[in-house]
């Protein structure tokens, strides 16, 4: 078994250990429990999983200064949501509309989901990914004051790397919009852009000379979450993970769909329980957390299986 001493801002506790034997059974040359490299599958939810959430989902932020700079554009925007929340620097309103989404009450995230489109539509895909990128490298978190491109949860990266080294092929499969995460992905987990699983927007083919543009259309191809994470991870990939780790009632079909019969699978729950370091909220989580207990997947405390949470800490 190779990189286990990346595993440094890991604390000894069983969850590590967990890790650690899963990856050595089906490593390990002999085990009877052994995969070969091309069944070694790992799929990570993105928001709240290997970055934070909160107060806001990053891409939110981003999203919701489109939004403002739309509704001073066209001040008829400004009665309705989203853009009403947007023009008024409330972010109460997105944050409820998430809960509430994780919660079964989807109407507020419907209402998003259908402005979300007409937002960037007519944006060439380089030109989304150039505004992207430019976001996360210059825009600071409200709290931690540092860039969002900064803010990876250290001891996922690590693991990530140790997967890695392990032969295995990670993915990130997340309800955070594809190319909004393929223009840093590569840069902040070493996740190239064709490994990037998540929700969409339907696309246009314009002829221009001897080239085309690729633009966005005013509708969502997909919502990458739930129900839809392990369809989306099937037609991408062609095979079941076997690892898999989220953070809410929103990744529990993508855990459930990592287990097979007959075949090992480590599904991993990320909880925040750390105010000091991060946050402690188990809000959009209820529902994840109850089934992690009720059927045994590994639960990863923030607060008591890691050493440090960002590279920043300024607790370490």
């Not at 390990?28 to 070969?36: A, F, N, P, Q, Y």
Request: no cysteine; proline share 5%; aromatic share 10%.
């Amino acid at each position: 078994m190779h990189g286990i001493d990346e595993l440094t801002s890991w604390k000894d506790t069983a969850t590590l250990q967990a890790i650690v034997d899963f990856v050595d059974a089906v490593t390990r040359e002999g085990s009877d429990t052994w995969l070969s490299p091309a069944e070694r599958i790992a799929v990570f939810d993105n928001d709240g999983t290997l970055w934070p959430e909160k107060p806001m989902i990053i891409q939110l932020d981003f999203t919701l200064r489109r939004f403002a700079a739309l509704a001073e554009a066209t001040p008829s925007l400004r009665e309705r949501q989203p853009y009403k929340a947007a023009w008024s620097g409330d972010g109460s309103w997105l944050r409820e509309a998430m809960l509430k989404h994780y919660n079964g009450d989807g109407a507020d995230m419907a209402v998003l989901l259908h402005e979300v489109p007409a937002a960037f539509a007519g944006m060439t895909i380089e030109a989304y990914l150039e505004e992207a990128a430019a976001f996360v490298t210059e825009s600071a978190h409200t709290r931690f004051g540092v860039p969002y491109i900064d803010l990876a949860y250290v001891p996922m990266l690590e693991l990530m790397r140790f997967l890695d080294a392990n032969g295995f092929t990670t993915y990130i499969a997340s309800g955070g919009e594809r190319d909004f995460m393929r223009a840093f992905a590569e840069r902040m987990y070493n996740v190239p852009p064709e490994r990037i699983i998540g929700s969409s927007l339907k696309l246009s083919f314009e002829e221009e000379e001897d080239s085309v543009r690729i633009v966005y259309r005013p509708e969502m191809n997909v919502f990458d979450d739930g129900e839809e994470k392990p369809k989306n991870i099937w037609s991408r990939i062609g095979r079941r993970p076997v690892i898999a780790g989220g953070n809410s009632n929103g990744d529990i079909a993508m855990l459930r769909f990592a287990n097979a019969r007959g075949r090992p699978s480590l599904r991993l729950l990320v909880r925040h329980d750390d105010p000091e370091r991060e946050y402690a909220d188990d809000g959009g989580a209820e529902a994840a957390l109850a089934r992690a207990q009720e059927r045994g997947w590994t639960v990863i405390s923030m607060r008591s299986d890691w050493s440090r949470v960002f590279a920043h800490d300024p607790h370490m």
